[in-house]
């Protein structure tokens, strides 16, 4: 609940002046039942026409004032709510975006998804219920306790027996409560995750007729996280029968010893009248709680989730000694070491191999405006290189420069604007053409016309409408892999990067159109460094350098020609795929 608190104090103005609002409107609503007395016992038995009209005026109007005013500060509250929700949506979404490799695999893409709704949305009620619902149920019960006992403190007695059994039972399912929903939000995440996992492969599911399995794979799931669901709600939802049960029970003493004391003449009929609204206000204020304390159980377990997102420290790096500078080369790795997973985290090219380390003990460097091309199975650490170049993680062992300087060194805005890369499984926004390739980084047109003829992509775009090429708007749906590995390179190339990495970006190009796009960046990117991973020989094979990996360990680097009499496993993907090609 610290999150919640802190939001609320820092809006605490327009927060006050809407709790301020609902006190007044609760305030006027406590006054009803003793104008209701006074009329019953006091104006009407004394035969004034004009008093009880004044009177029946005055209760109308206090009436309206009150539902007025509950209205106005229910509508300031849900202002409020959205507002701190909006606030609680961004800087969670900020706070994302910043997260490290390692942090952002720690926690997992579904948690953040469902945090930065569900749970969001469960601190937004909480939030509403703060400023509205708090104020009404304890005013009603604690005033209405009071107003009653100066009425009557005979049979406010019985009240004081029946309230703390019903304290008593809130605050003990509400402690069984927020661990409980604590397990619904995480039965949750996998939910989204096994969502997300159909939704973006909804292609291969229906290429192998998987439908039925995927569809039994999510009902299990969602049994699980229904099943918690419904343990939680049965558990919340026992105070509300049993307090229904002491509140009637209550309210039947009340009666029966009401009417005892008023055959007694001790009390008068409007007294009793009076006194049972106030009881059902005082069972309202009690039931008030009850919600009050269902709504924070599962705020409390939503916002602690989403503060622990918030409060993730920033990224800790080593100390790096001034003599761990000065390699020599404008990119160089010097013995590097990584191993994934050591914050809880996983990645594609690593999981599953059962290996200790990614990358284990490798060496390489490329000069200004040189060239490397990576190659090597499945798996076995070609991304991590990017990874560890780029900042995302931090290796174990060994350091990384460019131009001289280690890149823990650089700020990570500086460092990460020497790049122009393509990923292996890079994304299509739901944006112009235009709005793809320049990806808010106001461009000039004609450095985005000449990306786009250096990677091929004019070939598709210039069959759309006339004048409509680069404000069309695409999805990735409506491209084809080759279309969207064009744009990707086209997206990297247009702002003339110092350091071009394409991390399998021609896979699904033919070879013409790769052959044509390598030439292009070749003759027009003569200064760029290039980094290149690919599965094709032919991709790599002109290239300065070729570092060859498999199992995490480089098992061959030098040129083309070095490679084939050196390098077994390199000579064999060379004779296999170029005696495919010649047949």
């Given at each position: 609940?610290?999150?919640?608190?802190?939001?609320?104090?820092?809006?605490?103005?327009?927060?006050?002046?809407?709790?301020?609002?609902?006190?007044?409107?609760?305030?006027?609503?406590?006054?009803?039942?003793?104008?209701?007395?006074?009329?019953?016992?006091?104006?009407?038995?004394?035969?004034?026409?004009?008093?009880?009209?004044?009177?029946?005026?005055?209760?109308?109007?206090?009436?309206?004032?009150?539902?007025?005013?509950?209205?106005?500060?229910?509508?300031?509250?849900?202002?409020?709510?959205?507002?701190?929700?909006?606030?609680?949506?961004?800087?969670?979404?900020?706070?994302?975006?910043?997260?490290?490799?390692?942090?952002?695999d720690a926690i997992g893409l579904p948690s953040l998804i469902s945090r930065m709704t569900s749970d969001s949305y469960n601190v937004q009620s909480a939030v509403q219920q703060a400023q509205s619902l708090c104020v009404r149920a304890p005013m009603m019960l604690v005033g209405g306790v009071i107003v009653a006992g100066m009425m009557d403190f005979e049979l406010t007695k019985i009240m004081l027996v029946i309230l703390p059994i019903l304290i008593a039972i809130v605050l003990f399912v509400s402690s069984k409560g927020i661990p409980m929903y604590s397990k619904v939000q995480g039965k949750l995440d996998t939910v989204v995750r096994i969502m997300r996992e159909n939704i973006t492969g909804i292609r291969v599911v229906k290429a192998l007729s998987k439908e039925a399995r995927e569809i039994e794979r999510f009902r299990g799931v969602n049994r699980e996280m229904t099943k918690s669901d419904i343990d939680a709600a049965m558990v919340m939802a026992l105070p509300g029968p049993l307090?229904?049960?002491?509140?009637?029970?209550?309210?039947?003493?009340?009666?029966?010893?009401?009417?005892?004391?008023?055959?007694?003449?001790?009390?008068?009929?409007?007294?009793?009248?009076?006194?049972?609204?106030?009881?059902?206000?005082?069972?309202?204020?009690?039931?008030?709680?009850?919600?009050?304390?269902?709504?924070?159980?599962?705020?409390?377990?939503?916002?602690?989730?989403?503060?622990?997102?918030?409060?993730?420290?920033?990224?800790?790096?080593?100390?790096?000694?001034?003599?761990?500078?000065?390699?020599?080369?404008?990119?160089?790795?010097?013995?590097?070491?990584?191993?994934?997973?050591?914050?809880?985290?996983?990645?594609?090219?690593?999981?599953?191999?059962?290996?200790?380390?990614?990358?284990?003990?490798?060496?390489?460097?490329?000069?200004?405006?040189?060239?490397?091309?990576?190659?090597?199975?499945?798996?076995?650490?070609?991304?991590?290189?990017?990874?560890?170049?780029?900042?995302?993680?931090?290796?174990?062992?060994?350091?990384?420069?460019?131009?001289?300087?280690?890149?823990?060194?650089?700020?990570?805005?500086?460092?990460?604007?020497?790049?122009?890369?393509?990923?292996?499984?890079?994304?299509?926004?739901?944006?112009?053409?235009?709005?793809?390739?320049?990806?808010?980084?106001?461009?000039?047109?004609?450095?985005?016309?000449?990306?786009?003829?250096?990677?091929?992509?004019?070939?598709?775009?210039?069959?759309?409408?006339?004048?409509?090429?680069?404000?069309?708007?695409?999805?990735?749906?409506?491209?084809?892999?080759?279309?969207?590995?064009?744009?990707?390179?086209?997206?990297?190339?247009?702002?003339?990067?110092?350091?071009?990495?394409?991390?399998?970006?021609?896979?699904?190009?033919?070879?013409?159109?790769?052959?044509?796009?390598?030439?292009?960046?070749?003759?027009?990117?003569?200064?760029?460094?290039?980094?290149?991973?690919?599965?094709?020989?032919?991709?790599?094979?002109?290239?300065?350098?070729?570092?060859?990996?498999?199992?995490?360990?480089?098992?061959?680097?030098?040129?083309?020609?070095?490679?084939?009499?050196?390098?077994?496993?390199?000579?064999?993907?060379?004779?296999?795929?170029?005696?495919?090609?010649?047949?």
């Amino acid at each position: 609940m610290k999150l919640i608190g802190s939001y609320l104090y820092k809006y605490r103005g327009v927060v006050l002046l809407a709790i301020f609002i609902k006190l007044i409107g609760t305030v006027t609503e406590l006054l009803l039942p003793s104008i209701l007395e006074h009329i019953i016992d006091d104006v009407v038995p004394s035969g004034q026409l004009s008093q009880v009209l004044l009177w029946g005026l005055g209760m109308f109007a206090a009436a309206v004032a009150c539902r007025q005013l509950n209205v106005m500060a229910n509508r300031r509250a849900i202002d409020n709510a959205h507002k701190i929700s909006y606030e609680v949506r961004q800087k969670l979404f900020e706070k994302t975006l910043s997260l490290e490799g390692a942090q952002f695999d720690a926690i997992g893409l579904p948690s953040l998804i469902s945090r930065m709704t569900s749970d969001s949305y469960n601190v937004q009620s909480a939030v509403q219920q703060a400023q509205s619902l708090c104020v009404r149920a304890p005013m009603m019960l604690v005033g209405g306790v009071i107003v009653a006992g100066m009425m009557d403190f005979e049979l406010t007695k019985i009240m004081l027996v029946i309230l703390p059994i019903l304290i008593a039972i809130v605050l003990f399912v509400s402690s069984k409560g927020i661990p409980m929903y604590s397990k619904v939000q995480g039965k949750l995440d996998t939910v989204v995750r096994i969502m997300r996992e159909n939704i973006t492969g909804i292609r291969v599911v229906k290429a192998l007729s998987k439908e039925a399995r995927e569809i039994e794979r999510f009902r299990g799931v969602n049994r699980e996280m229904t099943k918690s669901d419904i343990d939680a709600a049965m558990v919340m939802a026992l105070p509300g029968p049993l307090m229904q049960l002491f509140l009637n029970i209550g309210l039947s003493a009340v009666v029966f010893y009401g009417a005892y004391r008023v055959n007694l003449g001790e009390i008068r009929p409007g007294v009793i009248l009076a006194f049972l609204t106030y009881f059902n206000m005082i069972a309202m204020g009690v039931m008030g709680m009850n919600r009050i304390f269902m709504t924070m159980s599962k705020a409390s377990a939503s916002a602690d989730r989403i503060r622990s997102v918030m409060e993730t420290p920033s990224e800790e790096l080593p100390e790096i000694m001034t003599d761990e500078t000065a390699k020599g080369g404008h990119i160089v790795f010097d013995h590097v070491s990584f191993s994934y997973g050591k914050e809880g985290g996983t990645a594609s090219d690593f999981a599953g191999t059962g290996r200790e380390k990614a990358l284990d003990d490798i060496s390489f460097e490329i000069k200004k405006g040189g060239s490397l091309g990576i190659i090597g199975p499945t798996g076995c650490g070609k991304t991590t290189i990017i990874n560890l170049l780029m900042r995302f993680y931090v290796p174990d062992e060994g350091t990384i420069t460019i131009d001289d300087q280690n890149v823990l060194l650089y700020d990570r805005k500086e460092l990460r604007d020497k790049f122009g890369t393509v990923f292996q499984n890079d994304m299509i926004f739901m944006d112009t053409l235009h709005g793809n390739i320049d990806f808010g980084r106001d461009l000039e047109n004609s450095a985005i016309e000449a990306a786009v003829q250096e990677s091929q992509a004019y070939e598709f775009i210039e069959e759309l409408e006339d004048g409509l090429q680069y404000e069309a708007a695409i999805k990735g749906a409506n491209l084809s892999g080759g279309q969207k590995q064009r744009l990707f390179v086209a997206r990297a190339l247009a702002a003339r990067p110092e350091i071009l990495v394409l991390d399998d970006s021609s896979s699904a190009l033919d070879y013409k159109t790769d052959a044509a796009m390598r030439n292009a960046i070749k003759k027009n990117h003569g200064n760029t460094t290039l980094i290149m991973i690919a599965q094709r020989v032919s991709s790599v094979m002109n290239l300065d350098q070729i570092l060859v990996l498999d199992d995490g360990h480089c098992i061959g680097y030098g040129t083309h020609e070095e490679l084939l009499k050196t390098c077994d496993t390199y000579r064999e993907i060379y004779e296999v795929q170029m005696g495919a090609m010649a047949e």
